[in-house]
């Protein structure tokens, strides 16, 4: 079956703008995490949903960063006002409920210029 | 900030066992042993957890001591293919979300 999807898989953006990046969970996990990832580095979490709401945002370096996940499926990380210190792989991974193993996909790379 | 140590790199012939150790002395009762990898530009993989038991599966086998303070992960007949980051993190039961450290870079030799 399909594994978690996320696009776009590269996103070049210039200082300032605001970008979205969207992550397809596997169908029926209610659980879905972002995480982001800088070179040589483990990844860092952001947020946690469960179903629609974030069960966990502490995550999240400040409020440029946004996300959201409506119906409890699709979710998007929103950055306002990107800077080069966005620049990162950011991760999405999901579980579904009950479960122990987190399902990752493989990433969208963001590089603000 | 990542409850566990690791070695930062590994190698290990083809063919071989790769043994990855991992410390985590400060692990609390009700939190599991979880190594997860990365091979390059992928997004991480789970391997194998456990709470005090050893446990296997077809990737690998988790020993965990009886205190608890530290962990091993046994990949039984290492391949070019598990050339990646290794990662143990110590989680609560409900996993809600993961501490992440540098993991451990095994390199498997030919």
């Known amino acids: 079956g399909a594994g978690v999807s996320q696009t776009p898989s590269n996103k070049v953006t210039e200082k300032g703008k605001y970008v979205e990046l969207r992550c397809d969970p596997i169908?029926?996990?209610?659980?879905l995490y972002w995480y982001r990832q800088s070179l040589g580095q483990g990844p860092e979490f952001l947020i946690y949903?469960?179903?629609?709401?974030?069960?966990?945002d502490s995550g999240l370096p400040n409020d440029r960063f946004f996300a959201v996940r409506p119906e409890g499926s699709v979710s998007t990380l929103k950055i306002q006002r990107t800077e080069r210190g966005d620049s990162a792989v950011y991760l999405c991974?999901?579980?579904?409920?009950?479960?122990?193993?987190?399902?990752f996909g493989q990433g969208t790379r963001l590089t603000v210029v | 900030d990542a409850k566990t140590t690791q070695p930062p790199s590994m190698d290990c012939a083809e063919g071989r066992a790769a043994n990855l150790p991992c410390n985590h002395s400060?692990?609390?009762?009700?939190?599991?042993v979880y190594w997860y990898r990365q091979i390059h530009s992928q997004g991480p993989q789970y391997i194998i957890h456990?709470?005090?038991?050893?446990e296997t599966n077809e990737m690998a086998s988790l020993i965990i001591t009886e205190d608890r303070k530290s962990s091993t992960l046994i990949l039984p007949h290492a391949t070019l293919r598990d050339t990646a980051v290794y990662y143990c993190?110590?989680?609560?039961?409900?996993?809600?979300?993961?501490?992440w450290g540098l993991g451990t870079s095994l390199a498997v030799n030919p």
């Open positions: 991974a999901s579980r579904q409920t009950g479960g122990t193993e987190a399902f």
């Open positions: 169908s029926g996990h209610t659980a």
């Open positions: 949903f469960q179903g629609t709401g974030a069960a966990d």
């Open positions: 400060t692990i609390s009762g009700n939190e599991y």
């Open positions: 456990g709470l005090k038991n050893n």
């Open positions: 993190i110590v989680n609560g039961g409900n996993n809600r979300k993961l501490i």
